[in-house]
């Protein structure tokens, strides 16, 4: 993904898709869930044209 897009993949209402395709709450409700409820990091790691990966820390 784009650098422009990375920055913004976990904002609320934030999508990659056409108008009416998608809610982008998807990445935004998730980081919520790691974060608030469980004390954990949600975070992304992408190479444009390679892949991406989306990393979830949870402390024990």
């Known amino acids: 993904m784009t650098a422009e897009v990375k ?3 976990f904002d609320h209402l934030f ?3 056409a108008v009416g395709k998608g809610t982008g709450l998807g ?4 980081r919520q869930i790691v974060e608030s409820t469980h004390g954990g990091k949600l975070s992304c790691n992408s ?6 990966e989306f990393i979830i820390e949870i402390p024990l």
């Not at 990445?27 to 998730?30: E, F, M, N, V, Y």
């Not at 190479?47 to 991406?52: A, D, I, N, R, W």
């Open 15 to 17: 999508t990659t898709k």
């Open 27 to 30: 990445l935004a409700i998730a």
């Open 7 to 9: 920055q913004k993949i």
């Open 47 to 52: 190479v444009l044209g390679e892949g991406t």
